[in-house]
């Protein structure tokens, strides 16, 4: 893992509320993997772009967090993060 | 039971269609979030950490099984198949999807539910016993009263821009098990010595983070009187309650700035001042004996109230003896029992049921509780009408389906907000920890006797965790989470708050500190004492020793 500290945008999807992170060129994917990663510097600018756009957008709150690299995976740096990115630490008992 | 005339049922109808219009615009762009989140909210609709979270309001935690089983398919059709109890009686589901809102609304609508008034600035749902109507202890079913309350307080013209929330609780038995004093407003019924019905008035209670007891106002306001008097309690905080400052907005901090003194005759003069309108917001008999007509008690058949069968099964099987002891309650009516149903079966998330499970409480409730369920403010069920001769049976029904755990009140038996597992607003997790205490503690909690241990994830304390015997506030220090416990609390009528034991804690270290308090009240304790008593004789010195020594 390297513990260089990158940029992502997240937020929830309009309709159904998924956690989903910006992929670039408009897209947002539900995959954090596929999230488009950027150095510190270059946040802002990865934010403005994550927001633009016309109405509807189709992630709800758009913001930036920390996440780093770990082989092919991307994981947020702080626990909050990584509950919205892999879910709940408990498990639940649903039917 | 109450139920929706014609004017309840045009209401919901037309909000649910109000509400259905903006979520299309808010879909197809028209309503930006920030125009959104208002409407949203007051129709119960949060966004949360991983998706929309639907609050549904649970009126005085009453449901008929076919509210209970219009909940299970909200949970089955349009969630991951379940649905979270919180402590205030609602139901929570936590995967809803915006686009589905519309349709679980008017779906629920058709159960008489609703998520109108679960947030904002607006009188939230009215609490009470989940014992109400069949508990041996109370003095007259506060039901109605509850009914008769959430109606004046319903869209009230006046007090629809509140400075902030307002949670109103009512407790008609001699144990307090509505937990009025961390209310905003608490009304304790009482009958006085000519035998009338009236209520002690309480304000200014609440928890998060400034917690406060409520205090008395006044000791008895005869029941014809009751709007009118709360009228004026409310007019005073409306006109007084400090609308620029969020932490000083709720009630407790005007009582507490102001003194009880001051604001006690802030009230009386404003009452005094109302003349004609006290009349016109008088409780005539009438009126109550018809509320009360719609909370009539069931049908029971004459049951013969001996218990020799009963005692039979109980000898021949220690788990249903054990049962029995721990998850009934007595009964008004002769040959009759409360059942709680418990939601804390070891290891699973505290106060989360099943859809599946929600279907069978509401089948046992139809064929042995007259078709009710109540849910409790510490997160169980109730089945409140059950004939002594069906125990076993239901006991045998409810252990299939995993919700006979014979935990109630006792140390597992713990409450627990969501914490950040699920909630935007979270420091720190509380279901893990919750699940880890009871796994730990459950085996000698038979031993240990009556323990309350209450979880938040943050210092808004929807895990009541400053009454708690033992209280956890979950906390974030350097990224990390950290766990902040009090001992000695209690939201019984001797309500206290805890005091803090020491430093906040590491989430690994949660389990060996609480282990520590709980030996140290087992050493400590007298004959017949539960903790708060001990507490409240040897105070907190003794408890922050033991864990000082341990460090
Ligand atoms: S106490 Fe905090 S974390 Fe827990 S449910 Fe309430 S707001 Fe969420």
Redesign the interface.
Known sequence: MTDRVLKLVTGNRLHDGTVVYFAGSGAWTPQIDDARLVEDKDGAALLAEAQAGSPPHPAVGPALIEAVRDGRRIVPLMLRERIRAFGPTVAYRGD | MYHYDEYDRRFLEERVAQYRDQVRR?????L??DEFRSLRLMNGLY??????MLRISIPYGTLSSAKLRGLAEV??RW????GHFTTRQNIQFN?????DTPDILVHLATVELHGIQTSGNSFRNITTDPFAGVAADEIDDPRPYCEIVRQWSALHPEFSFLPRKFKIAINAASEDRAAVKIHDLGLNLRRNAAGEIGFEVLVGGGLGRTPILAQTVRDFVPRRELLAYITACLRVYNQYGRRDNLFKSRIKILVQSLGIEKYRAEVEDEYAAMGAERDALALPDAAVAAMQAQFAPPAYREAANDDAELRRAQAAEPEFARWIERNTRPHKQAGHAIVIVSLKPLG??TG?????QMETVAELADTLSFGEVRVTHDQNLVLPHVRKSALYDLWLRLGAADLATPNIGLASDIIACPG???CSL?TA?S??VA?ALSRHLAEREVAIGPLQIKISGCINACGHHHVGHIGILGLEKN???SYQITVGGSDSARAALGGIVGPAVAADEVTATVDRLVDTYLRLRRDGERFPDTYRRVGLAPFKEALYVAR
């Open positions: 808010r879909l197809a762009g028209q930006s979030e966004l949360q950490l991983h998706a929309y949970a089955r969630d991951k198949g379940y995967w809803i999807h915006l686009e699973r998330p989360d049921c099943s859809a599946s950040l597992d699920y979270a997790r279901i893990p699940q990224g990390a989470e």
